[in-house]
């Protein structure tokens, strides 16, 4: 390099200039009070931060001078930071160092010049910390140690930046991996894909509350027996990997329940007991609605039973929209969470809507989405298919909210087309 750097160290500079980020920053009053007080206590009228960029010497700070950057080469600073002491020169008409310099044979003049190397833990000179003069003069020791305590504080301040962006590009990083881990966590936790039911059409609606942690809220349907099929939809208490735990227990166990009885009760009896004896002491519960689905002639048999769900809501082909009883307790909590179960039919042109209570707790502003005004839209997807009537309880859902949605939502539609 022409300045005295071999090119190699030169490339390694200049990667720490980048590194800082400090180039073409915005002022900063910590180093503006840093060169106003290097003026005073020095008496000199001007005082710099400079970073010495590959053709330019950028000022992050300049006290007494309103230029914002000079060419590097030929400049006192790229001069600078060849060294690793301060580079003194206090009459610059005569030092043959700086007889040259555009700075001192110019139109500025410069006579006096001190700059002390910005100088990083690796060794590297980002730049200096300089005072100038357009008089000649002298500098002493104890004014030297300013100076040196000064660009101290500059690099401190550059170091706890640096510590400071690489802190949060970190945790940026991190949460990246934790929200890709979340999503194959929470895809984990759902049916890979929805099984045919002969005569039938399904369709389900998940999504995660704002932030994207993994939620409580699932669904699922398998087929059971021969010609019987189980829909499942619950909500775990909470968020986060220990609502992901009781999550993936609670659709498991159902699953393995379904092998040992086609009773809704009993089967989320068997969820009661399994959490009460694998989580001792945690206070976390599950309600959820479980059906079983038997195929009938054109229509479906149902049986259904509820712990503490919010009611499914069985909707006839002539718009007319039951609410199916949802009796019984929460699971996890106590040993007879008194559940029962219900018998319904669902003939050509019904369909049956079971979810979570984020979609009826939906806000805006003091006003929930509510029950009622659930069942009016259901009661106005007559004639739809059901992915058509899950789109368009969505829609009404999302333009009631005034904002992000604050709980998670599970909805899934059994749907027995018309005759014909």
């Not at 007889?99 to 590297?124: K, M, Q």
């Not at 669904?219 to 992901?244: E, I, N, R």
């Not at 009611?311 to 699971?331: F, N, Q, S, W």
């Not at 106590?334 to 019904?350: K, Q």
């Amino acid at each position: 390099m022409g300045d005295g750097l071999s090119a190699e160290v030169e490339a390694e500079r200049i990667a720490a200039v980048r590194r800082y980020g400090i180039l073409d920053t915005p002022p900063d009053g910590t180093f503006d009070r840093l060169t106003a007080l290097a003026a005073r206590l020095l008496d000199v009228p001007i005082a710099i931060v400079s970073i010495v960029d590959t053709d330019r010497i950028w000022f992050k700070s300049h006290h007494g001078v309103d230029a914002t950057e000079v060419g590097r080469d030929p400049g006192l600073c790229a001069s600078a930071i060849l060294q690793t002491a301060p580079w003194v020169v206090e009459n610059a008409a005569t030092d043959p160092r700086t007889l040259v310099n555009p700075l001192v044979a110019g139109e500025l003049g410069l006579r006096f010049y001190v700059g002390v190397p910005l100088t990083t833990s690796e060794g590297h000179n980002l730049g200096t910390f300089c005072v100038l003069d357009e008089k000649p003069r002298s500098i002493s020791e104890d004014d030297l140690g300013i100076l040196r305590d000064l660009a101290a504080v500059v690099m401190d301040h550059l170091e706890l930046r640096l510590a400071a962006h690489q802190t949060v590009r970190h945790e940026l990083e991190l949460r990246e991996e934790a929200e890709h881990m979340t999503r194959r966590l929470q895809q984990s936790l759902l049916p890979p894909a929805l099984p045919d039911v002969p005569g039938v059409e399904v369709a389900v609606r998940w999504e995660p509350a704002r932030g994207g942690e993994v939620g409580g809220d699932f669904y699922d349907l398998f087929q059971s027996g021969d010609g019987t099929w189980a829909v499942v939809v619950g909500d775990v208490c909470g968020k986060g990997l220990g609502a992901a735990t009781v999550t993936a227990l609670a659709r498991y166990t159902l699953r393995a329940a379904a092998l040992q009885t086609d009773v809704p009760r009993e089967a989320l009896q068997l969820l009661n007991d399994a959490l009460l004896r694998q989580r001792p002491g945690d206070e976390r519960f599950v309600t959820a609605v479980y059906v079983t689905a038997r195929v009938v002639g054109d229509g479906l048999a149902l049986l259904l039973s509820s712990a503490g769900h919010v009611p499914a809501l069985l909707r006839r082909a002539d718009g007319t929209v039951e609410v199916l009883p949802a009796g019984g307790m929460p699971l996890g909590l106590f040993d007879d969470p008194a559940l029962s179960d219900t018998i319904a039919e669902l003939h050509p042109g019904d369909a049956l809507f079971c979810y979570t209570d984020g979609i009826t707790e939906a806000r805006r502003g003091r006003h929930e989405f509510g029950l009622n005004r659930l069942q009016h839209v259901v009661a106005s997807t007559v004639g739809m298919k059901a992915e058509d009537a899950a789109a368009f309880i969505d829609e009404n859902v999302a333009q009631f909210r005034d904002g992000e949605l604050t709980d998670d939502t599970a909805m899934l539609i059994l749907s027995v087309p018309p005759s014909g």
